[in-house]
């Protein structure tokens, strides 16, 4: 359960966020939209506890999570835009890096983890400089969730991948909801949104509910409101 | 989470050695090409090495040949110069040709004219062209001329005031007391010289002076093919890694210590070849260790700190360069123009006075005195303090630029 409340952000005299709030329940998935630069991936780096922000309370499952970098550490796995990977180094190497739990831990998840579900074990000897884009991807979703985390924040996770490997990840993030997991995914792909229980467009620092499962003209029309 | 990070950041550095090693080897030629060019292009094919001078002697003068044959073996002229006896006529012959740089042609008499003080005039014989080698030894004909003037003065002025004492019958017994004395204060200071030799190279002799400057460069310039490794993290594993726990202050220092210890691996694999190239430049004793060099105990710490200091300069220059081809342009010229203000191209005494002054501040001259160190054996904590210093002060400017970027 994620509840962030009143939270502000500002770059200089540049309001990117102005009292923002929403709610994600266990198998919620959260869409949110908007004009490129509106702040969306400052929005999700707060969430996930990579930028800090100016005011506002972030909760997971009750625990205050502003203040306290365990939390996010705890509590959050984030997918950004861009793969954090090291791209000399091995698929193993790159998981050990990114992993947060033991050793052990982390064998297991390659059996029957996430790491698992994502098809990680077949890929572990190679460079991450040969891998394709959707492998990449995989490989940074399974980095982020070794911490077993109940939120997911992805943004834009189908970002230049072809329909295959788009198609894989929304069955991963698919079985991830339904066991129980909220995601919180920004996308300016419809296949995508379509995942979506809850979707939110972010327009001059503010959050506002729109319907589900818009199309794009109407999603435009929402943009320009 | 740090200690897997730097156990990476490690990995990636080691992945960067066959390039490291291949590129020690393509700036060894490049640098040799750049001396062998140089070489040429100062001194042409006429570079020798040696000063040959041709000698043409009067007919059965026994007494001038005994004293070229004294000035020849004198170690200044000898160390230089190779002397040959022949006709006027084969020299000039051989002076025209380039194969001499100098013709001395001995007058009738010489021995008696400085004797008796009417000094008849050595006529030398200089190519047209100014080569390297009849500079020298004009330089070397002036200076033993002075020498010989002055040593004529005395003995007329002991002469001149015997005469005015009245005592012109003991003026031979001067001459013969004269000279010993001479001699005896003469040698003893060549003596000196000979044992205490004065360098401007400092406490080293030149061929090690340039074999430490030599290094510090190649250890610097050696970053230019891991430049791959050196590039400042993207902004999303900036985040990413702060996440982690991986601060500004951990990135910097995994890199540091990563590249510090592939150039302390680099430096000891090049052990065996500075043995090698020492046996055949015959400095010091082929194979054997340095004269008062430092044990492996203290000389191990003491270069680890050196490459981690060299390294900590090769971090902050990429991290302010922020690109791949701006970090080698700005490696390139920042150790270069820092070496050569560190007097590491041309030793510090020789460069101008105002630039003096900047030696001890430019990192390149406290890597080589940490080298020196090593060499010299020196127990002081003054090389040691400069690198920690170095290190400290390149680091904290790196973590500033890394937490600016982040």
Redesign the interface.
């Known amino acids: 359960m994620l509840e962030v409340t009143g939270l502000c952000k500002s770059y200089k005299a540049h309001k990117v966020l102005s009292e923002v709030s929403l709610t994600a329940a266990p198998g919620d998935c959260v869409g949110i939209v908007g004009s490129n630069g509106c702040g969306k991936t400052t929005f999700l780096s707060i969430l996930a506890g990579a930028v800090r922000a100016d005011k506002g309370s972030i909760r997971f499952h009750g625990r205050e999570a502003v203040g306290h970098a365990k939390v996010f550490y705890e509590e959050a796995a984030y997918v950004p835009q861009e793969n954090p990977l090291i791209e000399e180094l091995s698929v193993r190497d790159n998981l050990s890096l990114w992993y947060k739990g033991s050793r052990t831990r982390m064998e297991e998840d390659l059996e029957s983890g996430p790491a698992a579900m994502l098809g990680i074990r077949e890929m572990l000897k190679k460079s991450v400089s040969t891998l394709s884009g959707g492998m990449k991807k995989r490989l940074s979703i399974a980095c982020a969730l070794s911490n077993h985390a109940s939120v997911l924040i992805l943004d834009e996770p189908g970002a230049a991948l072809d329909l295959e490997c788009k198609a894989d990840i929304r069955r991963y993030l698919e079985k991830y909801r339904e066991n129980g997991g909220s995601i919180l995914l920004t996308s300016h792909e419809l296949p995508e949104l379509s995942l979506c229980t809850v979707m939110y467009v972010l327009k001059e620092g503010r959050l506002r509910q729109i319907e589900n499962r818009l199309g794009e003209r109407e999603l435009i029309r929402e943009f320009q409101k | 989470?740090c200690l897997?990070?730097w156990k990476?950041e490690l990995?990636?550095a080691y992945?960067r050695f066959p390039q490291m090693f291949a590129g020690a080897i393509a700036l060894l030629f490049l640098a040799g090409a750049i001396a062998l060019l140089a070489g040429r292009a100062l001194y042409g094919d006429a570079a020798v090495g040696r000063v040959s001078v041709g000698v043409v002697l009067p007919k059965e003068d026994a007494l001038a040949r005994q004293m070229v044959s004294m000035i020849s073996s004198l170690d200044s002229v000898k160390s230089l110069c190779d002397f040959r006896y022949m006709e006027e006529e084969e020299g000039i012959k051989a002076l025209r040709e380039g194969r001499l740089s100098a013709v001395m042609d001995m007058p009738e008499g010489l021995i008696q004219g400085i004797m008796d003080g009417s000094n008849p005039a050595v006529r030398i014989l200089l190519p047209g062209d100014d080569w390297l080698e009849s500079r020298i030894f004009r330089e070397l004909t002036e200076a033993g001329a002075k020498i010989l003037g002055a040593s004529q003065a005395g003995i007329y002025a002991g002469n001149e005031l015997y005469r005015m004492a009245g005592m012109e019958a003991s003026v031979p017994e001067l001459e013969r007391d004269l000279n010993q004395v001479f001699l005896s204060y003469s040698l003893p200071r060549e003596d000196y010289f000979r044992y205490l030799k004065v360098s401007a190279t400092g406490d080293v002799e030149v061929p090690v002076f340039y074999g430490i400057s030599a290094y510090v460069l190649f250890l610097l310039l050696l970053a230019i093919p891991a430049s791959?490794y050196l590039l400042p993290f993207?902004p999303?594993?900036r985040?990413?890694l702060?996440?982690?726990?991986a601060g500004s202050a951990s990135r910097v220092w995994g890199r540091i210590f990563s590249l510090g210890s592939l150039f302390f691996v680099m430096s000891l694999a090049a052990i065996p070849v500075v043995k090698g190239m020492s046996g055949l430049l015959k400095i010091g004793a082929a194979g054997a260790a340095p004269e008062g060099m430092l044990g492996p105990a203290a000389a191990g710490p003491v270069l680890l700190l050196v490459c981690l200091a060299a390294a900590s300069l090769v971090v902050f220059i990429y991290q302010a360069a922020g690109s791949l081809l701006g970090g080698v342009m700005l490696l390139f010229l920042t150790v270069t123009a820092q070496h050569f203000l560190a007097g590491g191209f041309l030793p510090a005494v020789f460069l101008p006075r105002m630039l003096q002054c900047l030696v001890p501040a430019m990192p390149s001259a406290i890597l080589m005195e940490g080298v020196q160190m090593i060499l010299g054996g020196s127990r002081s904590f003054a090389p040691p303090g400069k690198l920690l210093l170095l290190l400290a002060v390149c680091s904290f400017l790196a973590i500033l630029l890394e937490r600016r970027e982040a």
């Open positions: 989470m897997v990070f990476l990995k990636r992945r791959g993207s999303v594993m985040r990413k702060t996440l982690l726990g």
